[in-house]
């Protein structure tokens, strides 16, 4: 297989007004890259610079390989195992922390990539990378509240089904791809982002320690603050009646809300006003005034000051413009 399968993939809209999960998948649309097997013989050693808008994967099918990112300590992937870099941050991957390193662009060709062979020609192993392409235009919370690594290990992984059986199906569509190959993988990479969020967040829900938006999904009094805002981004809420409605204080309301999302509960209904702005501008004919109302303003001024603040752009040059192509 020599051209990568890469497909633009929108989260199926099959959300509820109980499942705020669904919804922000629902607005995170993801273009996915799967490339051929990767063979490497040891000693062997790769380098990835960080790169802004993207998320990487990989999943081990056989052998190990040591992962680094940034300063933080080795991670030992074995088979089985998958690891997403949700930021796609500065990384190593290594057969052992001596062998030497060459950065992955001299073995790639990015434009039309084909099967990666590379190493000493020692004990193998193999793995499939894949990219995903986040196509928003403004920072989502969601995506910047993950961590930086989520390591699922093999163990992991077979104790949820689903999540076993779409990486076995995509590592032989991957291996052996056939007729109709590019569309099995546009929704099996649908399926996989998806799942590795499930598993990691049933994996956090009683450690002490984690935090992050997943985290806040896990808890039954944020999510129950999020689902709200969901629910209903034209009420009138603020901080100390959103935490009224949880039965906690507001300042250990605010503070639990931050510390999971790495964002105020003011700035995250903000964004997500905006989300719900940006899909009736693309997707209706209303009115400035009647989108405003909707999402929480009485005056079309304030929402299109806080539309721009987020968006980058007016609401009108984002409806008629290229904002549409990447929403």
Not at 223 to 241: E, G, N
Not at 267 to 288: H, P, Q, V
Request: charged residues 15%; proline residues 6%.
């Amino acid at each position: 297989m020599s051209e990568p399968l890469d497909n633009t993939v929108k989260v199926a809209n099959t959300s509820s007004s109980n499942d705020p999960l669904s919804e922000v998948f629902q607005s995170i649309r993801i273009s996915g890259k799967i490339y051929s097997p990767c063979q490497f013989s040891a000693p062997w050693g790769l380098s990835a610079s960080g790169c802004t808008g993207h998320a990487l994967f990989y999943i081990v099918s056989r052998g190990s390989a040591l992962l680094t990112v940034g300063d933080n300590p080795a991670i030992t992937l074995t088979g089985g195992d998958l690891v997403l870099l949700p930021q796609a941050s500065s990384h190593t991957l290594q057969d052992a922390q001596d062998s030497a390193v060459v950065g992955i662009e001299t073995l790639v060709d990015f434009e039309n990539p084909g099967p990666i062979t590379f190493g000493g020609g020692g004990l193998k192993t193999s793995m499939v990378a894949g990219c995903f392409t986040y196509e928003f235009s403004a920072k989502h919370p969601f995506i910047d509240a993950l961590p930086p690594v989520m390591h699922l290990t093999a163990e992991d992984v077979e104790t949820e089904p689903w999540l076993n059986s779409t990486i076995q199906f995509l590592l032989h569509e991957a291996s052996q791809p056939k007729q109709g190959s590019t569309l099995v993988i546009a929704r099996l990479t649908d399926l996989l982002f998806i799942q590795i969020m499930r598993t990691h967040m049933q994996r956090i829900r009683d450690c002490p320690v984690s935090h992050g938006w997943l985290k806040a999904m896990a808890d039954p009094q944020i999510s129950q603050a999020i689902s709200l805002m969901h629910r209903q981004p034209d009420a009138p809420w603020t901080v100390a009646t959103l935490a009224a409605e949880v039965g906690m204080s507001r300042s250990a309301f605010a503070q639990k809300f931050s510390q999971y999302t790495q964002t105020t509960p003011v700035d995250y209904l903000t964004f997500w006003r905006m989300e719900k702005a940006k899909e009736t501008l693309n997707a209706t004919n209303k009115g400035l005034a009647e989108i405003s109302q909707s999402v929480g303003y009485q005056s079309e001024a304030a929402f299109s000051k806080a539309f721009r603040r987020v968006v980058g752009t007016s609401p009108g040059v984002f409806r008629h413009g290229t904002s549409k192509a990447i929403v």
